[in-house]
Structure formats: structure tokens, C-alpha cells
């Protein structure tokens, strides 16, 4: 079972971006999604955070520019990013709890976004 991000790249400041994280390998349940990011030299930090009821969570430092979505028939999360800022800058990681067949955290491998001032 894995969690594999994609959408990632390189965009000016005031761009937008929007990453996907698909999962596979047999798969019971999806509960709780959740995207990371972390920057060089610091640590990881929560993003945003959304239920198997669609109920989401965000960091106030995204509030009003980030939108976390997921598609549960497809067991696919996604993270809609407007109005980037070079802060935004870090490696994203997505994070899924998984009943495989018992409840398991499981990371993605990360995709880098890169924000240009």
C-alpha cells in the first residue's frame, strides 16, 4: 500500500498550484487525510487536514489560500494552493490513515513546490 503525490513544481509568487495524492494497493478504509509540508531546516508541519467526512481543518498561515478536497470513490486527496508565497516553500508530504487491513499511518514520498519571490 502506498500514497503517491503528484502536481509539485516550480511557480512565481501569486501562482497557484494543486497536488494529488492517490492511493494503492488494496485498501479496506480511508479515514483521516492530511497534508505536511516541511522546509529545509525546519520541521515538518501540519497543512491541512481533511475527515472521511469531508469536515477540514487548515494552519492559519494557509487559511483562505489553500483548499483541501478528497474523493473518496477514488480514495484521492487533493490540495488546491492560490496565491503562493515564497514561504510556501517546502517539500509536501500527504498522510492517510489506512485499514490495510488494520489501522495504519501511512506517508507519501513527497513532492517539492517551489515558490520564486
Known amino acids: 500500500v502506498q500514497l503517491v503525490e503528484s502536481g509539485g513544481g516550480l511557480v512565481q509568487a501569486g501562482g497557484s498550484l494543486g497536488l494529488s495524492c492517490a492511493t494503492s494497493?488494496?485498501?479496506?478504509?480511508?479515514?483521516?487525510m492530511a497534508w505536511y509540508r516541511q522546509a529545509p531546516g525546519k520541521q515538518r508541519e501540519l497543512v491541512a487536514v481533511?475527515?472521511?467526512?469531508?469536515?477540514?481543518n487548515y494552519a492559519d498561515s494557509v487559511k483562505g489560500r489553500f483548499t483541501i478536497s478528497r474523493d473518496n470513490a477514488k480514495n484521492t486527496m487533493y490540495l488546491q494552493m492560490n496565491s503562493l508565497k515564497p514561504e510556501d516553500t517546502a517539500v509536501y508530504y500527504c498522510?492517510?490513515?489506512?485499514?490495510?487491513?488494520?489501522?495504519?499511518?501511512?506517508w507519501g514520498q513527497g513532492t517539492q513546490v517551489t515558490v520564486s519571490s
Open positions: 498522510n492517510a490513515e489506512l485499514l490495510i487491513p488494520v489501522f495504519t499511518t501511512v
Open positions: 494497493g488494496t485498501i479496506f478504509r480511508v479515514n483521516t
Open positions: 481533511i475527515t472521511s467526512g469531508g469536515s477540514t
